[in-house]
C-alpha cells in the first residue's frame, strides 16, 4: 500500500536508511587477480604490445570501414613508393646515359634492386589491400618509366640524353648525330692504337730490367698515341659544340673539360708538392 509522506518525514526516513549489503569475501582478490591479469597481457616487446592493440580494434571495426580505410591507405602508399621509384629510376638511366655518351667519345674513360568467418573476411580484407598496394606500385613505377625504357632500346640512346640535357632542336640533334656517327670509327681505330701502344710497352717492360732504348720508344709511342687520341676527341667536341646555342655550347664545352680533359682535378691543382 503506498504510503503518503510528508517532506519532512521523508528526509527523516532517508537519514536513517543504510545499506546494509556486504561484499564477499575474496572480492578484493578478486580485483587483485584482474589487475594481475591485465598487466601480464600488456608485457612484452612494444610492437608485440601495438599488434595486440591492432588486432583487438580491427576486429571491433565493421568490414566496409576496414576495406576501405585499408585500401585507400595500401594505394596512397603503392602510388607514393611507385612514383618515388620511377623519378629514381628515370634519375639512375640519365645519368648512366651521359656515361655512356662520356665513354662514346673519350676512349680513356670506362663505365663506372559467425566469427570466425568474420575474421577470415577482414584477414582477406588485408591482403588484398596489401596486393593493391604492390599492384599500385608496380604500375606507377612500369608507367613511370616508360618513356625512358623506350629511349635506352634506341640504338643511340646516349645521343638521347645530349639531345635531352642541352635541348637540341632536331636540326642541332640530327647534325650532332651525323658528326658523331662520323667520329665512331675514328674512335675505334684510336682505341686499337692505344691497346697496340699498351701492349708494346707491356712486352717491352717485360723483357727488360732497366729503362732501355727499347721501352724508351714504347712510352714515347704511348705518349703520342694518347696525344693523337686527346687531340681528336677535343676537336670533335668542338664540332660539337659548333651545333649547339651558345649558352648550351658553353656549358657543354665545361662538362665535357671535367670529364674527359680534367677529370675530377681543377686546372691550378698539382699532383703532389
Not at 612484452?44 to 565493421?62: D, E, F, H
Not at 703520342?224 to 677535343?234: E, N, P
Request: charge should be positive; hydrophobic fraction near 45%.
Amino acid at each position: 500500500m503506498k504510503e503518503d509522506l510528508s517532506d519532512s518525514e521523508l528526509r527523516e526516513k532517508l537519514a536513517t536508511w543504510r545499506i546494509e549489503a556486504q561484499l564477499p569475501r575474496d572480492f578484493q582478490q578478486r580485483v587483485w587477480k584482474r589487475i594481475a591479469v591485465h598487466e601480464t597481457a600488456n608485457t612484452g616487446p612494444a610492437w608485440l604490445i601495438w599488434l595486440k592493440s591492432l588486432l583487438i580494434s580491427a576486429t571491433r571495426v565493421s568490414v566496409p570501414r576496414l576495406a576501405l580505410t585499408a585500401i585507400v591507405v595500401a594505394l596512397l602508399i603503392g602510388t607514393t613508393t611507385g612514383l618515388v621509384e620511377a623519378s629514381r629510376w628515370n634519375s639512375v638511366t640519365w645519368n648512366r646515359l651521359e656515361a655512356k655518351y662520356v665513354q662514346s667519345i673519350d676512349p680513356f674513360n670506362e663505365f663506372p634492386h559467425p566469427k570466425a568467418r568474420g575474421l577470415f573476411l577482414k584477414v582477406a580484407i588485408l591482403l588484398v589491400a596489401i596486393a593493391a598496394g604492390f599492384g599500385a606500385f608496380w604500375l606507377c613505377a612500369f608507367f613511370g618509366t616508360s618513356d625512358l625504357r623506350s629511349v635506352t632500346a634506341d640504338r643511340d640512346a646516349d645521343l638521347m640524353w645530349l639531345r635531352r640535357e642541352f635541348d637540341l632542336t632536331d636540326v642541332q640533334f640530327q647534325r650532332i648525330q651525323a658528326l658523331h656517327t662520323a667520329y665512331a670509327s675514328k674512335c675505334d681505330q684510336m682505341c686499337q692504337r692505344i691497346m697496340n701502344a699498351n701492349a708494346a710497352l707491356d712486352a717491352a717492360i717485360s723483357r727488360n730490367k732497366q729503362v732501355t732504348p727499347e721501352i724508351e720508344q714504347a712510352m714515347g709511342e704511348v705518349a703520342r698515341v694518347q696525344q693523337d687520341c686527346r687531340q681528336s676527341t677535343l676537336a670533335h667536341v668542338y664540332e660539337v659544340s659548333a651545333q649547339m646555342s651558345p649558352s648550351s655550347a658553353a656549358r657543354y664545352l665545361q662538362m665535357m673539360q671535367q670529364k674527359i680533359f680534367q677529370p675530377g682535378l681543377p686546372a691550378n691543382t698539382a699532383v703532389s708538392r
